[in-house]
Each structure stands twice: as C-alpha cells, then as structure tokens.
DNA sequence: TTATATACTGTAAAAATATACAGTATAAAT
DNA sequence: ATTTATACTGTATATTTTTACAGTATATAA
C-alpha cells in the first residue's frame, strides 16, 4: 500500500470521524470547512489522491460517494472505555495505569466538548455549582482556557478544581462554596499549570 | 420501541443493506429503485416515519444524511444515541420524537445501572442535591423502587422528579430544596405511576 | 358514515453537491 | 534551468438530491 502524504493522511482521518460521528460521509465543502481549505477543489484532489492510492472508493456521481477501503487508524467498534483519575493530592493528573481508578464506557464525544478523562471530584469546594464529592468532572486536555472556564489546575504538588480567572499576572482560582476563599497566585512569583478544562459532568446514583 | 410496520421495516433494511454495501446511505430515489416505488416521496414519507419512531436520525438538507439509530437486525456496532426528554409539564415522559430533544451518544451501562432516556430537568426543587436546571438526569424504566430513590413520578398529567417514600397508602415526594414542600398523595384518593428511577446524571459545561 | 392511518403516484422547485477548468505557489528532482 | 509533484484558490455549471405540494386508493377505527 503506498505511503500517504501529510495532508491526504489529514484528510483520511477527516472522513473517517465524520464517518463515525455521523454515520455518512463527508462532502467535499465540509472536509474544506472541517481543515480550513478554502476550495473544495483542495479535498477533490486529496480525495482523488487518496483513491488512487486505494485507501478510499468513490463513486462517481453520487453525493457522498466516499467509502474507505482501508482505514488509516483502527477505530474500535466497541464504546470506548473513558478512565477515571482520582484527584490525587500531589503530582497531576496523568494516565497513567496506577492512576486510574476504574473505566467507564462512554462516547468522549457526548458532551458539547470531547474529553480525555474522567476527574473524581474530593472536597466540597464546588458544592454551590452543583458538583459534590465523588462526582465525576469530564476533563479535556487543554490550556486554552477563558475566565469562568472550569479547570483543573496545578500549583506545586496540589491539584484543585476550580473557576479559573486570570488578569495578567493576576491568577484567581475561585471555588464555590462560602466556606472557602479564593485562591490568587501573583504569576510572577509562582507557576501554575493548566491541565485542562471540564467540558460535562457524571454521577452515578 | 415503537413497533414497524410491514414497509417501514423493509425501507429500514433496505437502508442498512445499502449501508453494509457501500459505506454510505441511500437517497429516495435509490430506496425507490430497490423496492420499486415510482415515486420518490414513497421513500420520504417511510423515512418520516422510521425517524419519528426513533430507528434513525435526518440531517435536514443533507444529501444521503441519514443515520441508523436502532438497528433492525444487530451488525451495526456503532455506539447507542440515548434519547434526551424535556421534562414536560403534562403527560407522561415519552419517547415518540416529537418529545426527544436531542440524543446523545454514550452507553446505556455507564452508569451501575442501565438506563432507558435521559431526562432534561426544569426548575430548582433538587437543587440541594446537586441537580440543576437542565441537567440530564438518566432515567431507567421501572416501577421496583425503594424508598430514597430519586424517582420520576406523574400525578394526574405532572410529571416530577423527587425523592421516593413510602408508607403504605402514604406516599411523600421529597424535594431538595428548603423552599419547596413535600407532596403528600393519599393513594387511596390519588393514582400515582412511577415512571422510573434515576440511575445517574449528566451535565454539559 | 366519517375520520384516520397507511401507502403510495406524479411533479416541480430549491438547495446541495460533484466536478471541471483556469490559475498560483513551492519544494524537490532531473 | 526545467520538469514534476504537492498543495492549494476561485469560479462556474451540470447534476443530484431533498423536500414541499397536490392527488389517489384502501383498510381500519370511531
């Protein structure tokens, strides 16, 4: 099978999470809108490429006519086993195997966000926004985030969740319970490491 | 599951059938040309219906956007699109689709127990328990509950989430909110259906 | 008897989509 | 220095496809 470039590999992979997501196939407009191409001539040639290499099918003429003949990746049919990470007092969050504390199967894609973890919420410095101990706050790895944004943050060794705001050097790091105080750390003087944000939220009953 | 009729089952196979052939959905005229409908709105009206009962999903505007939700036989292995209910103020919670909100993909055994719907909270009367607006509560189709149990429950054409407890003929629907008071149904004088139990619940942030 | 649901035909317009053609730009190969 | 391959933009058009609307027919329920 003959080696992909860059960009076909890019589209491939485009195809086939549309394809999972949706359940069909992608037009050649939205793989452009989906990769930032601003013609849909730039997906028609990769998507052309990407059949003569014989990765794909197309069938011409039809709407959607694109079916993959080998996928890239191998996406695995069964739901998805999301981990769970306990909130350890020291160190981050990893993945680790000695971390997770159980699996659970679900989409990562349910919530608006997809996600990489499960977060098991210790303490009850967010009881006010609804999320109680033992909670499970799905976390996306990012550090892009935006004040209001739900964070996982770390300072030093200690790992908190907390509303994240930030003026300048200025980090807040807000919970939400009364008995509580803010958290500020002068960025100049401490570092403080975003871990990711919470896109959702699951409790067992 | 609403059941088929004889011709909305062949149109479902007839779509999973062109699925398994060629990695993407059928149009009407294609549906048509199999079955032997002359016209194309034969395959729209059985696709309206197919969706209305929740078998697939219609991306409106979209050429060929169809998704199988509820495969007829079991090959499709994709994972399950939980249906959301708006908790709506009269009637029971259904799950024809003029009632479902959205659907989300996840697996019905997320949670310890397995759950049928999720749904859509309005109002503030469990608050205290960590369950707000619009939060997503799952739900499990059964009249087997306990007393503690977060149950759905419809008396006369309201349906309500509460706390569950029972003393022979007294039954006492609890909020979690100091501002809301305990519903007392003498059962002698008032039916009251248990619609199910909550197994879980989901946030998005 | 009059609805009501199922199950279509036939037509047509609007919108979505594939796809051809004419270019531009860049890097690597010859 | 010129070709060749990759990687696009931009535009236009023919075709595909969805989808609304107006009917017809039949069986079943109220």
Redesign the interface.
Known sequence: MKELTKQQSKVLACVEVY??K????P?RAEICKELGFKSPNAAEMHLRALEKKGYI?I?SG???????VKSQQNFT???DQMPVIGLVAAGSPTLAEENIEKR????P????DSFDYFLKVKGLSM?EA???ED?LVAIKKTTDVKNGD?VVVRLEDEVTLKYFKQNNHNLELIPANKDFSIIEVDLREQEAFVEG?????????
Not at 109 to 112: D, E, G, L, P
């Open positions: 394809l999972n949706t359940g069909f196939p037009t099918a069938q039809s709407s959607r006519g694109i079916s993959v049919q069964s739901p659970i199967p679900c989409d894609n349910m919530f608006a009881i609804g999320i109680h909670d739900l944000k919470s896109v959702g939220l699951i409790r067992t009953h």
